[in-house]
């Protein structure tokens, strides 16, 4: 059932969906779950697992799932979320309630120019199921190092599962401990860096 259907430079053709008319709805483009639906699930396992920290950056916020999830677990969390679609900020306040979560400051502008400071930094950049280029970047991954770095890569075909091999190779040369979990069709990688020992004993001691 397609709720609203518009059209973005940036992301192309967008609907919002629901399966079934009781069900929530989604933000989709193309085959894609941006917010909403699937989405919820392949981020609720890891937002256990940093739920303890004090401020987190979202890059790639989308309809605001990672946000809703975040406030939940840590309802004191100062939440920033930067997204470059207008169109992605306008249907996750008409359908998902992305104007109603607390601590939330919305950032509309690019990722990478907007890498404010904070505990955590997520990375859920997609270009319908394609991530940026600049995120495979030295010069990029090198503004986030002294993070915790939490990144989301699709993981369903050889092409993505390479270009996922060469995130984590880019990473290990700043990161002290790399972890590895698979979602669904996804792949988190979990980067803990190597000079904030408070954030890696903090992270593990939250993950046991």
Request: glycine share 6%.
């Amino acid at each position: 059932m397609v709720l609203e259907e518009t059209y973005s430079k940036f992301s192309g053709k967008i609907q919002v969906l629901k399966t079934f008319p009781w069900s929530k709805p989604y933000i989709s483009t193309g085959f894609l779950t941006q917010s909403g639906g699937l989405v919820h699930d392949v981020w609720k396992p890891v937002i256990k697992l940093v739920k303890n920290y004090n401020s987190y950056l979202i890059l790639g916020l989308s309809g605001g799932t990672l946000a809703k999830l975040i406030h939940k677990a840590n309802p004191e969390a100062q939440i920033t979320g930067v997204e470059i679609d207008p169109a992605m900020i306008y249907l996750g306040k008409k359908y998902l309630g992305l104007d109603k979560i607390p601590n939330l400051k919305i950032i509309v502008g690019d990722a990478q120019k907007n890498i404010v400071k904070s505990d955590v930094i997520f990375i859920d950049l997609y270009i319908n199921d394609t991530v940026p280029d600049f995120v495979y970047s030295k010069k990029f991954l090198s503004k986030l190092k002294c993070k915790l770095l939490i990144i989301n890569h699709l993981f369903y075909d050889d092409s993505k599962k390479t270009k996922a091999q060469v995130l984590i190779k880019l990473l290990e040369s700043c990161a002290n401990h790399i972890e590895i979990r698979r979602v669904l069709t996804n792949l988190i990688i979990i980067a803990t860096p190597k000079i904030h020992r408070e954030n890696h004993t903090q992270y593990h001691q939250t993950a046991s």
